[in-house]
Antibody
Framework: EVQLVESGGGLVQPGGSLRLSCAASGFTFSDYLMHWVRQVPGKGLVWVSRINSDGSATSYADSVKGRFTISRDNAKNTLYLQMNSLRAEDTAVYYC???????????WGQGTLLTVSS | QTVMTQEPSLSVSPGGRVTLTCGLTSGSVSTSYYPSWYQQTPGRAPRTLIYSTSIRSSGVPDRFSGSILGNKAALTIAGAQADDESDYYCALYMGSGNWVFGGGTQLTVL
């Protein structure tokens, strides 16, 4: 069974940093692209970032480019999102999602909440 | 700047049929955008319904179907059930490793 479990969310002050993790199991992690998607409570889904299977290629939404870094450790079956220079508007539930190989998202984690506030 | 469009809200009667659409303010949605559809109920993670226009995700009943209708991607729900009452999001692959979600459609079954 495919499982994605996010962790690392919490309360951070504006300008601060945090790293989210997503532990994957039930599939060969190193075979799949992975994504981060976020959602402000009560609002819609927003794609944040993706990384290819070996970590050599990444892409980001304009709103986080230069501040967030996606990475992965295939030996640990774990996806990461390093978030720096955090802003109030980064407050959201962050989901990791597996790429379906059809340029879509097929499995989702349960999400982890980041709150940026003083 | 091109923006994605979805109906903010729709309603359907139990047993009825409803079509949700996903468009662009400039241009047409085609299969080249690999349109996909997701269902989400409050407090829960999204559930993947459809990817690459019309491929049903594992375990999704065949009353959910995806297509291109005119210049938009479409999700059709046939034989609507009470637990279909959810938010539905489409996503498009915009190329160059970038994806965009629509604003979502709140579907009411009544």
């Amino acid at each position: 069974e495919v499982q994605l479990v996010e962790s690392g969310g919490g309360l951070v002050q504006p300008g601060g940093s945090l790293r989210l993790s997503c532990a994957a199991s039930g599939f060969t992690f190193s075979d799949y692209l992975m994504h981060w998607v976020r959602q402000v409570p009560g609002k819609g889904l927003v794609w944040v970032s993706r990384i290819n299977s070996d970590g050599s290629a990444t892409s980001y939404a304009d709103s986080v480019k230069g501040r967030f870094t996606i990475s992965r450790d295939n030996a640990k079956n774990t996806l990461y999102l390093q978030m720096n220079s955090l802003r109030a508007e980064d407050t959201a539930v962050y989901y990791c999602a597996r790429d379906s190989t059809w340029n879509a998202f097929d499995y989702w984690g349960q999400g982890t909440l980041l709150t940026v506030s003083s | 700047q091109t923006v994605m469009t979805q109906e903010p809200s729709l309603s359907v009667s139990p047993g009825g049929r409803v079509t949700l659409t996903c468009g662009l303010t400039s241009g047409s949605v085609s299969t080249s955008y690999y349109p996909s559809w997701y269902q989400q109920t409050p407090g829960r993670a999204p559930r993947t319904l459809i990817y690459s226009t019309s491929i049903r995700s594992s375990g999704v009943p065949d009353r959910f179907s995806g297509s291109i209708l005119g210049n938009k991607a479409a999700l059709t729900i046939a034989g609507a059930q009470a637990d279909d009452e959810s938010d539905y999001y489409c996503a498009l692959y915009m190329g160059s490793g970038n994806w965009v979600f629509g604003g979502g459609t709140q579907l009411t079954v009544l």
